[in-house]
Structure formats: structure tokens, C-alpha cells
Antibody, heavy 121, light 107 residues
């Protein structure tokens, strides 16, 4: 069974930093690209970032470009999101999601349950 | 960026009814790379449809995706109580964007 489990969400002050993690199980992690998607309270889904199977290509939404960094450790079946210079508008549940392919240009066939990041003073 | 506009914002129907949800793209979606997801309160989204019309594993046949180019539709026949949720479309033909969602409420 495919499982994705996020962690690392906390309350952080504006301007602060945070690192989210997502641990995968039940599939061969390095066969797939991975994504982060967020959802602000009561709002819709917003794609945040992707990373290809080996980490050779990454991409970001304009809203986080230059502040967030996606990475992965295939030896530990883990995906990460380093979030710097956090703003109140970054407050959201952050989901990791598996891409159907290895290049990050497909749909998302499995999602984690999400971790809540709150940016507030 | 390809903007997706979903309509209506909220749809109020009864169990047994047919639901028709629309997703319109600001430009043609490459290769009809359009997916639909269902999200219930407190849960992660679940994949329903990919490639505009291919049902995901385990999705009941009452869910049907159709359309091409810039206009796409999700039809749910004979609504079941568990179908009342929020539905999102996503295009993955040019980066990734989501529509704003359609809430399907019980009338």
C-alpha cells in the first residue's frame, strides 16, 4: 500500500524558516517524481513545487520561487521542502503528492494527509 | 500560466440526481492533460479522472470525465451520499494549476 506521511508543520513567525518532510513507503520511491501542494484554510489547492525522480529538475510556483527549496533523499525514501522567509500567506496545509511519472509532468495519484504550517506572530 | 475556471462554485443536488461540473481553461490544455480530484472535509484530495476521461483505479463508473481543448466536464450519475464533497480540476500539460473548486452540497 502506498503511504506518504508528512511532518514538520508548526507555528512560525513571519520571516522564519521551516523544513517539511514526507516519508514514502509501499512503492519504489526513486521511480517517481514528487510534488508539494498546499491549501490555505478554507481555500483551494495550490501547486507549490516538483522534483524529478533523481532530483535533476526542480520547479516552483512563482509565489514561492527564491524562498522555498525542494529536495529528496532516495536512500531514505524522503522528500523535503525547505521554507525560508515565511509570510502569513504561506499559512496552509502542505501535502506531498506522488506524480504518476518520473519527470513531474503527470497527474498526482497518491497524496499524504498533510501537515499544517501557520505563519503568525 | 493556464488558468482554470470551475463552475458552478456550489451545486446543490439530491441523492440520485446527476451532477455536471465544468472546468474551462484559459488556453488549450496540451494533450488533454486534465485531471479531476475529490476532497472531503479533513481529508487529502483523491484522484478520480486523468487524461480528461480515464477513471482512476477503484473509481465507480458513475464518475465520467469528458471534454478536450479548453472545455472539460465531470459528470456524476445517480449521486450517492458519499459523493457530496469539493471537486477540483487540474491541468498538467503546462506546469500544474488547479481550478478553484466546485462544492457539491446535499439539497
Amino acid at each position: 500500500e502506498v503511504q506518504l506521511v508528512e511532518s514538520g508543520g508548526v507555528v512560525v513567525q513571519p520571516g522564519g524558516s521551516l523544513r517539511l518532510s514526507c516519508v514514502a513507503s509501499g512503492f519504489t520511491f526513486d521511480d517517481y517524481a514528487m510534488h508539494w501542494v498546499r491549501q490555505a484554510p478554507g481555500k483551494g489547492l495550490e501547486w507549490v513545487s516538483l522534483i524529478t525522480w533523481a532530483g535533476g529538475r526542480t520547479d516552483y510556483a512563482d509565489s514561492v520561487k527564491g524562498r522555498f527549496t525542494i529536495s529528496r533523499d532516495n536512500s531514505k525514501n524522503s522528500l523535503f521542502l525547505q521554507m525560508n522567509s515565511l509570510r502569513p500567506e504561506d499559512t496552509a496545509v502542505y501535502y506531498c503528492a506522488r506524480d504518476m511519472g518520473d519527470y513531474g509532468d503527470q497527474f498526482f495519484d497518491h497524496w499524504g494527509q498533510g501537515t499544517l504550517v501557520t505563519v503568525s506572530s | 500560466e493556464t488558468v482554470l475556471t470551475q463552475s458552478p462554485g456550489t451545486l446543490s443536488l439530491s441523492p440520485g440526481d446527476r451532477a455536471t461540473l465544468s472546468c474551462r481553461a484559459s488556453q488549450s490544455v496540451s494533450s488533454n492533460y486534465l485531471a479531476w480530484y475529490q476532497q472531503k472535509p479533513g481529508q487529502a484530495p483523491r484522484l478520480l479522472i486523468s487524461g480528461a476521461s480515464s477513471r482512476a483505479t477503484g473509481i465507480p463508473s458513475r464518475f465520467t470525465g469528458s471534454g478536450s481543448g479548453t472545455d472539460f466536464t465531470l459528470t456524476i450519475n445517480r449521486l450517492e451520499p458519499e459523493d457530496f464533497a469539493v471537486y477540483y480540476c487540474q491541468q498538467y500539460g503546462s506546469s500544474h494549476t488547479f481550478g478553484q473548486g466546485t462544492r457539491l452540497d446535499i439539497k
